[in-house]
């Protein structure tokens, strides 16, 4: 495939400068990109690498300028997202049902659906059009995944699940696992069964190896457009809110309700029962154990507003040397009453 | 099922406040529930739903007091649980070894175990009567598998490991992979053979994704009545004792040892070769690295008792405050001291 | 299998102390082990079991004493690995590939590898010589694993990524997936194509549940003699240099660089584009947000160096200590004013 970066910047929505006949072939990372090839520059931290690389065009934002062939774009990140899809078309799949594939005699799979080996497909489950299942992607019974939706190698969703459309699921994830519920925790340990199921909106994204629990009654439930990195753990009736987006390693404990446009930071954990507003921040590795506002922005275990935290964290290291002024202060202020003792 | 509220009460123990002729047909969450089911209110937070819900009788503590019909019992959590079991059957299960499940010819299946498509079980192995294994459940050579236990699909066993009856493990757990044994770390990284087991005793549970490794020498050692959630890591050579809770993403370093019901909030890690004691409580994200008594209950990284950590962390927050005003006490204790001078 | 103690300490390159003619049939750990058993002593915790063990000879470092046959050597881990390697041969593989594994016509698998039951090897893909790829093994297209790997049961490899030689990839990690990229989070959530690979070089071992992501562009690039442990996140665009440890829990953001030799303890979190430097020591549960240079030894969330954080986390338990007696001196501070102020 060959473009000129005319035909790019004006798929792409952006302004050419310099030699605007250059041919494009291919997209490519900063570093490794070579003659014919088009790169980006989304992170300012890497902008004097504009001038070492040696690729023939360059994404940047407004207000960047240099003698390389440049398209000027709002949003170079997006750009960069169109341009891939643009000259990358995915992988190819074979068509159908793989004969190495198991479906339920009850089940309805969808005739532009793909099986790949080593797929179960459970009784009374439903696979909507053109949904892919790679292999060994384990479909429970009574569940359904939407069409356009990818599954990666070794999914498990369990029996009564419920996928939408568009949905991606990288390999590993298991979606519909027992909620962890024990009555009399530490003792008797009397297990609560975990009768829900988990409901999975519209273009959804969930990571590699990440967990999402049934509810106990009930559902729980990621809403749509929200994207989940790998090894997260979402626990029984939790909801989060369309458009969130969790990081890796987080973990949301149960029944906690996510507002929408919630970014969550890596390894950051939420206790249950709390429910965080519209538009709220958690810096990673945060201990969130109270509701929050829509809006806030937090981080600390336990949180604290960004800036206070800060502060905070800035005069933590300064601890010892607090604590030795202290000790000073005090000797000083013995002495200055001891003198005013004598004086009287 | 129809049943009236006497009898739920009967077959639960508890006493009815309300209409005792109501008809039950199912249980769901105080949110979702209509006429004919039976709902619970176990956090006392949910309590004002009492009066919402359109339940047709609740399961509540002692001491609440409504119009509405009510079951009451003393621990509604574990009432809950057995009224769940009493609607809810699970699920029903095809019968025996299924045609697409491999069986190595020199391994022991019960009868009564039933194998879904794609279980693999190697030489040697032994899987017990009743016994479920789900699609993709891989059973490594010489391991068992005992009687009643459930192993959710992708689950793998490796070699020679051992499972106890009546245990639950949910999808894509690993149980028994190499422990983390390396000589001459960051230089050679010589590779120590792992030829020990994991041994997990009766009636434990242990949730998706989680990782328990074969020790390197003996065994890695859950005890019976264990329940452990998604994505945990329990490295060589641990020993978790009876009822023990351990909650998400926590992480148990090699041949630390925990007493019988020990609870351990989510996210929190152990290092390795300690010992904490009976029913000592650790809180989430703590980071646990000395031996710890039976009994204490602790927080923070590195823990402190949980009292203790309260009030630090309390303070943490004024750290600038206290900065600020250390310096505003330097500066008068200074003018106090040139004022003595002077003065002399 | 039966040989001396003389036999061993020559084979290990150590000297005996006691009987040389001592006869081992085997190796445990040193609570489990009997009489013709080898044992050691590594963690100088456990010296005081010398004494208890009814082991047969027992490997430690030079200047331990006692009555006990002992096989003094420089590293008693490094010499336990030696012998476990002697005692141990690891698992017999059946022959080829299993009629119950799938291969796609395109692929190229050498004669001697050993592709278990449910495996799947994708179009274009290459399993090299000896490679042992167990039960449920995913393979993607294009994808290749070098000569003398073991990939354990249901690991996903997908497409196009390349695993070296000698790599051992425990069950459930997942090599390849999208790296988490979604341009305008929390609003739009635009996903950016993750075009790039994994690349795995030698003697690397990967734990299980771990997840590696693929490249936006170029690649995720792990460098030869990497131990990895179980859950742990790397993302997309991260290198890891040669002969690093990474324990279990850690995650590493997007387009971050380790140097060789960097140790990193669990559950800590690094954030994205950062470069951390030969050798680095990086604490449990720390937070790394910039860059470190080579050598360095840190720990905390943020990271402090090693001592300085040491000691601040001693003040941090003292903290409401501190306020009261800041209290005091404030108010005896106010009273030397007032005193002073009138004796004016």
């Known amino acids: 495939m060959e473009i000129t970066v005319k035909e790019i910047a004006e798929f792409l929505g952006g302004t050419v400068s310099g030699d605007e006949n250059t041919v494009i072939r291919g997209v490519s990372g900063i570093d490794e990109a070579g003659q014919g090839d088009i790169t980006f520059i989304s992170n300012p931290k890497y902008r004097k690498k504009i ?3 040696r690729a023939s065009a360059i994404l940047v934002a407004p207000g960047i300028k240099s003698e390389k062939t440049l398209i000027i774009v709002n949003d170079p990140y997006i750009a960069l997202a169109k341009a891939l899809r643009f000259f990358d078309k995915g992988e190819e799949h074979p068509q159908g049902i793989s004969s190495e594939a198991y479906v339920a ?3 309805r799979v969808a005739e532009t659906a793909v ?9 009374d489950a439903q696979i909507g059009e053109r949904a892919v ?3 060994g992607v384990k479909i429970g019974s009574e569940a359904a995944v939407g069409e356009d939706s990818v599954l990666y190698p070794n999914v498990s969703v369990y029996r009564k699940c419920l996928i939408g459309k568009r949905v991606i699921i990288h390999a590993g994830a298991v979606v519909g696992s027992d909620g962890f519920g024990f009555a ?12 829900g199921i988990v409901q999975i ?3 959804v994204e969930i990571g590699a190896n990440t967990t999402i629990d049934r509810a106990t009654l009930g559902r729980t439930w990621i809403q749509r457009g929200v994207k989940i990195d790998n090894l997260v753990q979402i626990a029984h009736n939790v909801t989060v809110g369309q458009n969130s987006i969790i990081v890796a390693q987080v973990g949301i404990s149960g029944s906690t309700s996510l507002g929408r446009s919630v970014i969550i930071g890596g390894q950051a954990g939420l206790i249950g029962h709390i429910n965080i507003g519209d538009g709220v921040m958690i810096g990673a590795q945060s201990g969130v154990t109270e509701d929050l506002e829509p809006g806030q922005v937090v981080i600390g275990s336990p949180i604290l507003p960004h800036r206070k935290w ?3 964290q800035t005069i933590f290291a300064k601890l010892p040397e607090i604590y030795k002024k202290m000790s000073q202060l005090e000797k000083q202020v013995r002495d200055l009453e001891q003198k005013s003792e ?3």
């Open 133 to 135: 299942l790679y292999p």
């Open 342 to 344: 004598k004086e009287k």
């Open 105 to 107: 005699e009850s089940a």
């Open 201 to 203: 909106d519209d273009d």
């Open 184 to 195: 009399n925790p530490g003792r008797e340990n009397f297990k609560v069964p975990q009768i």
């Open 51 to 53: 001038e070492s690389t």
């Open 310 to 312: 800060m502060r905070a």
């Open 115 to 123: 099986l790949y080996p080593g797929v179960y497909v459970g009784p």
